[in-house]
């Protein structure tokens, strides 16, 4: 089907800004291009899915999800800040029409392999909560179908999100004027938020060389820019039992390194983000830094008594 869409241009916003502290509001924001979408889902011709194996059956469809918590050191503001960041993975069944998760058996639900990304650190007086949700399909032959992030903080909170249709449709939300409700689109391209997921179903398949990405919605967020595609080289190495996927955006002075388990199931021990943070005189170049607590594997939706508490205490959160 096509996509049915009507541009509208609004001088002076810029198409995803980040929280900045409350009277930081840049009003030299460029102008940006968004357009309203309404759009239903288009037919396409994908790649061949990528089979599973036994290995990866077993691990995934266990019927429990894999929490593995982090020591998290936070640049923002031009400072590290401390805190606690968590990856949860599970797989689920998927509504590829309404993109949600499906709520019945059927015969189109996509299985895919979710992951819930959760930082929370304090700048100062203040708490920042950042949750990014990807849903990418175990298959392993497209983009991610769906990718959904949100920040709050004492100022306020944001919102995107993007739907896998014929075109990336993006939906934002801040409590900024000067950001405001927008709706556009962008072409699809590769997803920073995706390779987490692509990486724990084959990390040899991870793309590599010269690639345009869009990175991280909350890369976006936090450096107030443009959600679009940014040049970067991509690189796979390995040394022994650990391996390092990297990515590197010149333009962006930013350089994010996630390491992992060469071996199935290629859990991740940590990353690094090597960046500029801060505004004016005060901007440094940092490195934000995760470092592995303690993982296991839990139907967490169900440990919801006060007795299941002891599993907070467990991954020290």
């Known amino acids: ?40 889902v288009k037919t396409t011709t994908k790649k061949p ?11 995934w469809y266990a019927g429990e999800a894999e929490l593995t918590s982090f020591e998290l050191e936070q640049a923002r503001y031009g400072e590290i800040h401390k805190g606690k960041a968590v990856l949860i993975y599970v797989t689920e069944d998927f509504n590829p029409e309404k993109q949600v998760k499906a709520d019945q058996q059927r015969s189109n639900n996509v299985s895919i392999l979710k992951l819930n990304a959760t930082k929370k650190f304090y700048t100062g007086i203040y708490p920042y909560s950042i949750m990014s949700s990807t849903f990418y399909p175990v298959a392993n032959n497209q983009h991610a179908i769906k990718v959904t992030s949100s920040m709050q ?16 449709n993006v939906q934002s939300y801040s409590y900024f004027e000067s950001e405001s409700d927008q709706k556009f689109s ?16 084959d990390p040899t398949q991870l793309p590599v060389g010269t690639q345009q990405i869009i990175p991280a919605f909350e890369v976006l967020r936090m450096k107030h820019i443009p959600l679009k595609t940014y040049k970067a080289s991509a690189t796979l190495t390995t040394s022994g039992a650990t391996s390092t996927y990297t990515i590197n955006y010149p333009k962006l002075n930013r350089k994010l390194s996630i390491n992992f388990n060469t071996s199935f199931p290629h859990d991740i021990t940590g990353w690094t983000e090597i960046s ?32 299941d508490s002891v599993l907070r205490k467990e991954l020290r959160l």
């Open 1 to 40: 089907m096509k996509s049915i869409s009507r541009q509208l241009i609004l001088a002076g916003i810029t198409i995803i800004g980040t929280i900045i502290a409350c009277s930081n509001v840049k009003n030299d924001a460029s102008a940006e291009t968004t357009k309203n979408i309404t759009s239903t």
């Open 186 to 201: 962008v072409e699809k391209a590769i997803l920073e938020d995706e390779l987490w997921t692509k990486l724990r179903i």
């Open 49 to 59: 899915a990528q089979a599973t194996s036994e290995a990866f059956k077993k691990y």
């Open 153 to 168: 903080e004492w100022c306020g909170h944001v919102f995107t999100q993007l739907n896998n249709r014929s075109e990336f």
């Open 276 to 307: 500029t943070s801060g505004y004016g005189n005060s901007a440094k170049t940092l490195t934000t830094k995760a470092t592995r607590i303690k993982q296991l594997k839990s139907p967490y939706w169900s440990k919801n008594s006060v007795k």
